[in-house]
């Protein structure tokens, strides 16, 4: 009988040691600073990794892989300076950075030449100076795709352009699926048929930059987090604003869709193939980014021009020496690269 009582009083002991040893560790200073710190540290990486990126954050150096007719950051034509917007170049890099961080399905709005149909009548809508039905933000309805407000599906409100990228949000029902824009802003309804799913997995790594402004075309290709480097600066000439056949180049972010070896194209106002033009990737509507045109459809391919670099004289599309467009064609892949043109 002794001896239980003494081995259940020194199991009592034992047991009363070790809670008061337990509570010695739980409310230790020493430790609980440490696992503060710890959670404070990790609370703050969470923070970080969630922030949005802007141009600060954007790293961007140059590493030519196309070193042929290169320009400088800045740069004389006639009696001004032009430059290549390095400041507006970052902002859109950390746009793309941003987009990217949230895991999403990729749509791209395609109606190349109203191949998925003409699109119906906008609510408010006008005709342009090329005599083209148009939306209120100045998009045509030619190869332009109907955006709907949710819940609205009378009359869209917008068109969007061919080309332009958004995420998909939900399918609502067979023929209508709900949009965020990426190129553009805002949450839209689109009829299925104008939309080209390209899946959760594609990443935007390769970007050209088109400036209407200064005439020039810049290449930026991601190697890291927020890290880019410039892999070619070359002048370029985009399109002009005169009707009824030379369209402006479009602002704003397209995705590459298609391409062509040899671009050929008509005589204004005709049906007959005046000439071609080289190593073409097309990014919305009719614009392409190409080499230098041949005006004779079996004529050879012509590397330079006096005109690149100088004025818009295209009819949509971005002229650039023929090598530098070649270059463009076999980097930059198909539903995987962004054009985003500046002014």
Known sequence: MGKYIGNAFLFFCLTLTACNQNKAKVTDPAEQRRKDSIERVKQAEEAERQRPRTADDIDLKKELSYDQHT????????????????????????????????????????????????????????????????????????????????????????????????????SDTIDMVKVEGVSFQGEFEVPRRYIKPIGDSVTFYHVAFPDVTNQNILTAERVGDCKWVIRSMNPATTGRHKPPYAHDTPTGIFVVQEKKPKMFYYRDGTTSIEGYAPYASRFTNGAYIHGVPVNNPKGKIVEYSWSLGTTPRSHMCVRNASSHAKFVYDWAKKYNSLVIVIN
């Open 71 to 170: 320009l400088e950051e800045t740069y004389d034509y006639e009696d001004t300076t032009r430059q290549f917007q390095l400041d507006k170049i970052r902002d859109y890099l950390a746009l793309v950075e941003n987009f990217q961080r949230e895991k999403a399905s990729y749509v791209v709005l395609e109606n190349r030449k109203n191949k998925h149909g003409e699109a119906p009548l906008v609510k408010n809508f006008h005709r342009n100076e090329y005599k083209l039905v148009s939306d209120s933000l100045g998009t045509e309805r030619y190869e332009g795709i109907p955006l709907y407000l949710p819940g609205d599906v009378e009359a869209p409100t917008i068109y969007g352009r061919d080309g332009a990228l958004a995420k998909l949000r939900s």
